[in-house]
């Protein structure tokens, strides 16, 4: 973990691994090649390594698992052209220089040297995509350009961060560094807007071969893709049917798409301005910490904190896990929207139970304190979406079955904006990339095949109000990331096996308070090992 860390600091402050704080990941071909013997040479010692005990068992497996994929992405070429919207090189600078903007906490001389080290970031990521130029590797033009319109925007995130700091003895030096990285960045927009946008390939859609292989990256396990798209379908069917019922609770007697705009248009779900909607989740954040602790849940007190952020551009709503030394919180990142009338925040509650406590906060940050993982495991949850997002959306449903949905409105909320929206994904994820014909009986463009216009217009009807993007950036992020979009419903119909599964094998004695003790005391992995571990005998 330590040489992982010193090979890709970037990673490394997204996992909450200290040490690398002044530093950035080289995204040049050298770079890239000492991550990818690092990962070789791992494995092989792994190998050799004997195994002893059901955790060691376990522990092996997880890290076998996530290199053995990690080596099969750098022999497709994956990572060589690799820009996409919401976690390529140009995300994840821009996100380890906000994880030190920590307010009155904040480590300016880390801040100097992490927004110093821009240009050569930028440099050697610049090198890379000529080579994949020139090796026809390239992402797609609308991940470059949206990476270009990112670029454009940080400069002026790194501008208010150096103001907020004052005339303290680093004002030249952090001057010196926002000028530079400004001018690096705004540099770098212009190659990828210009050289590389008309390099890249107008096609979005990756195929079965990329996507299946995107698949094991993020689900750690294997599907079948007509299978899960047809599920997709099923489910989505299944939900807005429930909806129409939770609907006739909010309004009796008005259709669906009524209910639906009447909440938005009530000022009782409404909240004015940024400051006053983080101050009205915290508080959700707060509450559900103080209801589940002690009766559902037992929750280590480092994990009774939640911190919520606005990240300074658009970039949804994410969660990150507690720094390995807990010197950083869990903290939820939540896009708002500049919208007039504010916020509608009837489906909020169910987002935010699916980023803190009982979703990711509890999920991840338990995690982080158990001392009966290895390192690797304490730290790695984000390279586990199905486990990790399938258990996100579990939290929201989990809620519901616990009656802490106080009003019928949040409860259609998480229907709404958790379980419809995270259908639908599954439905236009392996729809678009796969290029599939809409099937008979769907309402939409019957007999069609899927593109990105066919996908936006499906997804425009089927967003919550709380998700705090555009439906444009969601196709952006889908297209970019093939595979991660479906890991939150395949990851909770797994969970949900899971739990039946022990139930029927305890029958009356079955605990739910300790499956998921048990459960979540395993730590993050892939899905098939998940499934082995928490259905087997």
Known sequence: MDEFAALDPCMAAGMGVSGQEGRLTDYGPEGAAARAELTRRTLAELERTPVEGAAE???????????????????AGVREGVLDTIDGPVQRIRTSIELLDRGPETDWPAVVSRVGAVAGALGGLRVT??????AGRLAARRQVVRSARECAEVPGYLAGLAARYGDGPLRAALDGAVGAASAALGEFASFLSGAVAARAPERDALGADRYRLGVRELLGTELDLAETYAWGWEELARIESEMAGAAGRVLPGEPLPAVLAALDADPAYRIEGAEAFLGWIQELADGAIAELDGVHFDIPAPLRRIECRI???????????????LSRPGTVWWTVPDAPGGVATWSVPATMFHEGVPGHHLQLGVTVLNPALNRFQRVAGELHPGHCEGWGLYAERLMDELGLYREPAYRLGMLAGGQRFRAARVVLDIGMHLELEIPRGAGFHEGERWSPELGLEFLRGRMGPESGVSAAFEIDRYLGRPGQAIAYKVGERLWLEAREAARRRAGAAFDLKEFHRRALDLGPMGLDLMRAELTGP
């Not at 990240?311 to 030394?325: H, T």
């Open 57 to 75: 068992r376990v522990a092996a497996a997880v890290l076998a698992e996530r290199l053995r994929v990690e080596a099969a992405l750098g022999e």
């Open 129 to 134: 995509l000529e080579e994949a130029c020139r």
């Open 311 to 325: 990240p300074p551009v658009e970039s949804g709503i994410y969660y990150l896990a507690p720094a390995e030394d």
